[in-house]
């Protein structure tokens, strides 16, 4: 019972810290595509409805476009030039899922809070994304090669 008590305790601890700071919920799903025109034609077909937003984001190097599936949201992205990280993932990778995006409240703190967990986040200062959101990546090699997007709603 002992043992149980504590498993308890610290798992409420962790609510707690995280109540706060925790990344609420997946925001959207990014996938590298080598054309948004082609591949925005084959999710319009996969959903059932055209994607509701196309946006370049110049200073990432990428054109996006977003669909609404249900409550589920994806992002496609094109690069725009050959220096374009999605250029390099394409590349590397081929087309296919490119990072996933979460839901913050506080995306400064969220950061600071990563950091102190030893993540290492690629721009520490928070910069502005497609979809009306301040972003953030952490670096893949310390999250098992996944990709991660921080993402706060711009109010
Ligand atoms: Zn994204």
Redesign the pocket.
């Known amino acids: 019972m002992l043992i149980f008590d504590n498993l308890n305790s610290s798992a409420t601890k962790s609510l707690s810290n995280s109540a706060t700071n925790r990344m609420r919920k997946i ?4 996938i590298a595509v080598k054309s948004l025109e082609v591949s925005n034609l084959l999710f319009e077909k996969l959903f059932g409805n055209p994607p509701y937003k196309e946006e370049e984001v110049a200073s990432e190097g990428v054109k ?1 476009s977003f669909f609404m599936n249900g409550p589920n949201k994806i ?1 496609l ?1 094109e690069a725009t030039n050959p220096e374009s990280p999605i250029a390099k993932f394409l590349e590397k990778k081929g087309e296919g899922i ?2 996933i ?1 979460f839901d913050v409240e506080d995306i400064v703190s969220e950061i600071d809070r990563l950091k102190k967990e030893g993540f290492v986040v690629l721009n520490e200062t928070p910069k502005k ?3 009306n ?1 301040l ?1 953030a990546f952490l670096h893949p090699k310390g999250t098992n090669g996944v990709l991660v ?1 921080l ?1 706060q709603e711009i109010p």
């Open positions: 925001e959207h799903i990014g996006t992002e992205l490119h990072h995006a994304g497609a979809d959101k972003v997007e993402c």
